[in-house]
C-alpha cells in the first residue's frame, strides 16, 4: 500500500532539506563597483607626475640603462614602426644618431648620454620631486618635463641607493601641483591602482592593475619589502608613482620582472611606508641615518625552534653574533637570543629584522623582547647609526674580499664574466658596495643577447644562490646543464635596479630575435 503525503506537507520538507546546512560554506563578502572610469582620478594626478630627464658622462653607468628610450620591436612596415622610429626622432638630442643604426633604435651615442625615467611632485612649495636613485645615478644634467610639456631644470638634493630613492628640487617660480603619501599598509591584495609615468619615453601614460602581494623580497637588498602589482609598468616608468584609488601615493615604481623587457604584469613598487622617512631625511639633510643594532642573525628553523623551546614554531631572528661593543651587546643581547619584537614590532622572520632596526630613529631606546634561557626577557637598547663599513659589509652580505680572478667564457649563453676591480666600478660606475660578477661581453648572436643583458651588468645569483667569482657561474651554470635543464634564472643587476633573467641553455635550432 503506497502512502501519500499532502502536498503542504511534501513542500514543507523540501523547504527544511534546501534550509539544512550541507557543511562548511564560505563567507560571502561583499565587492564595491569597480569604476566606470579612471578619467577623473588620472585628470586629478596627471599635474603631479612628471618626465625626468637625464644627460649622463658618456663613461657613465648609465650607459646600459634599461630606462633609456629603447623602442618596442614592431614588425617590420607596420605603422608602430614608423610611429616609434618618428618619435625617437623627435627626442634624440642634436649631433646624435647616425647610419648604420637599426630603424626605431637609438644610437650608441644616445644610450650613453641620455636616460628617461618618471617622478612625482611631493611638495609644491618646496619644488621638491621623489623618484628612482637608478634615473638620476651619473647624472650631469637633469630636468623635469611637466604634464604640459613644460621643461625645468633640476638639481639633486639627496639620493638613498640602498632603497633606490632621490630627491630633486626644481628650479622654477611658476606654482606647481603637488600629490601626498598614503599609508601603504592600508593598500591591499586586490585593491585597484594606477600606476602614472614616462614608459618608453611616452610622458603622462596612464595604467590601471590591482595590487597582486604584498611584502615581496626580490634580493634588491636588506630592505626589500615591495608592493607587487599587475598595473603595466615599463622601462621609463622607474620612480613614477602608484596611487590609490583616493589618490594618494602608496608605491613608487622602481622594478618589474620581464623575460623580454617589456611588462608582463609583475612590477614591484616601494611602499609609502617605507619611502616617506627616506624622502624625510634627504630633503632635509641629503642623507640617510640608518640605525644599527650591531647584530649577526640566522634564520630560526623549526628545529632551531625545537630545541630552544620556542612555543608557536619558527619566528623571530637569531642572535649569532652580538657584536662586540656594538648597541646589542651594550644593552644586554647575547649570542643565542631569539628577537622576538623590536621597538615594539614582531618580528616574524629574520629578514623583517634589519628594516625595522633601520627605520628606526638613530639614539631611540628601543625595547627588544628577546627568546632566552626557555622564557621571554625584554632588554633597552639606544640605537646607533649604521656605520659606513658596517653599511658596505651588510650589502656584501658579510662577505670577505673576493680575490681576483680571471675573464671567463660562457659557452652557447653568448657572455664572457669576469670579477668586479676597481677599474671596473670606475668604467661602468659601479657603487662601491656592488657584489656579484660583472658581465664584461655579450655576443649579440647568443641567448644573453636575446634578453637584452649588456656589458657592465651584474649577476648577482644563478638559480637563486649568490655568486661572487666568475668560476661560481661557471661552475652552476656547468650543473644545471648536467641536470638536462633547458634554463637557467639569473638575478641581474643594471642601472635601473634588479631582474630575474631567464637565459636558454639547450639550443632549438638557428633562432633570432627580429
Known amino acids: 500500500m503506497r502512502f501519500r503525503l499532502p502536498i503542504s506537507t511534501t513542500l514543507a520538507l523540501i523547504a527544511a532539506l534546501a534550509a539544512a546546512p550541507m557543511g562548511p560554506a564560505l563567507a560571502q563578502t561583499p565587492m564595491r563597483d569597480a569604476p566606470t572610469s579612471f578619467r577623473p582620478l588620472a585628470q586629478q594626478l596627471l599635474p603631479a607626475v612628471v618626465s625626468v630627464q637625464v644627460t649622463t658622462a658618456p663613461t657613465a653607468r648609465n650607459a646600459t640603462r634599461p630606462d633609456a628610450p629603447d623602442a618596442p620591436q614592431a614588425p617590420p612596415g607596420s605603422p608602430f614602426e614608423e610611429f616609434f622610429r618618428d618619435f625617437l626622432e623627435r627626442n634624440r638630442p642634436p649631433g646624435q644618431g647616425g647610419p648604420g643604426q637599426r630603424p626605431g633604435q637609438p644610437s650608441p651615442q644616445q644610450r650613453r648620454g641620455t636616460s628617461l625615467g618618471s617622478g612625482f611632485i611631493i611638495d609644491a612649495a618646496e619644488k621638491l620631486v621623489v623618484t628612482n636613485n637608478h634615473v638620476v645615478e651619473g647624472g650631469t644634467e637633469i630636468n623635469v618635463v611637466l604634464n604640459d610639456n613644460t621643461t625645468l631644470p633640476a638639481e639633486l638634493v639627496g639620493t638613498d641607493p640602498r632603497t633606490d630613492i632621490a630627491v630633486l628640487r626644481v628650479k622654477t617660480d611658476r606654482q606647481l601641483t603637488s600629490v601626498d ?15 602614472i609615468g614616462n614608459p618608453f619615453g611616452l610622458a603622462s601614460s596612464v595604467s590601471a592593475g590591482i595590487i597582486s602581494a604584498r611584502s615581496r623580497d626580490i634580493r634588491q637588498g636588506l630592505y626589500d619589502d615591495f608592493i607587487q602589482t599587475d598595473a603595466a609598468i615599463n622601462r621609463g616608468n622607474s620612480g613614477g608613482p602608484l596611487f590609490d584609488m583616493s589618490g594618494k601615493v602608496v608605491g613608487i615604481n622602481t622594478a618589474i620582472y620581464s623575460p623580454s623587457g617589456g611588462s608582463i604584469g609583475i612590477g614591484f613598487a616601494i611602499p609609502s611606508n617605507l619611502a616617506r622617512g627616506i624622502v624625510a631625511q634627504l630633503r632635509d639633510g641629503g642623507r640617510v641615518r ?29 642572535v649569532a653574533r652580538a657584536q662586540e661593543d656594538g648597541p646589542a651587546a651594550k644593552g644586554g643581547i647575547r649570542n643565542g637570543d631569539v628577537i622576538l619584537r623590536f621597538n615594539n614590532q614582531d618580528v616574524r622572520e629574520m629578514r623583517t629584522l634589519p628594516r625595522i632596526v633601520a627605520e628606526t630613529r638613530v639614539g631611540t631606546e628601543a625595547p627588544v623582547v628577546v627568546w632566552r634561557d626557555g622564557k621571554e626577557e625584554t632588554v633597552n637598547v639606544t640605537i646607533a647609526e649604521l656605520p659606513a663599513d658596517q653599511a658596505e659589509a651588510q650589502a656584501r652580505g658579510a662577505s670577505p674580499a673576493q680575490p681576483r680572478s680571471q675573464v671567463v667564457e660562457l659557452p652557447g649563453l653568448g657572455l664572457k664574466v669576469g670579477p668586479i676591480t676597481p677599474e671596473a666600478r670606475e668604467r661602468f660606475s659601479l657603487r662601491p658596495e656592488q657584489r656579484g660578477v660583472l658581465i664584461t661581453d655579450v655576443d649579440q648572436g647568443g641567448s644573453a643577447a636575446e634578453r637584452d643583458l649588456r656589458p657592465g651588468d651584474v649577476i648577482v645569483e644563478v638559480q637563486q644562490e649568490r655568486v661572487n667569482t666568475p668560476q661560481e657561474v661557471q661552475t652552476r651554470i656547468e650543473a644545471l646543464r648536467r641536470q638536462n635543464r633547458a634554463t637557467a634564472l639569473l638575478l641581474i643587476e643594471g642601472a635601473q635596479g634588479q631582474r630575474f633573467v631567464p637565459l636558454r641553455l639547450r639550443e632549438e635550432g638557428n633562432q633570432r630575435r627580429n
Not at 182 to 195: E, F, I, M
Not at 290 to 318: H, Y
Open 290 to 318: 640608518r640605525g644599527w643594532l650591531g647584530v649577526n642573525i640566522q634564520q630560526v628553523t623549526d628545529e632551531i625552534a625545537d630545541s630552544l623551546g620556542l612555543k608557536g614554531g619558527s619566528r623571530g631572528a637569531l
Open 181 to 195: 603619501f598614503g599609508n601603504s599598509d592600508d593598500a591591499q591584495v586586490g585593491d585597484w591602482v594606477l600606476a
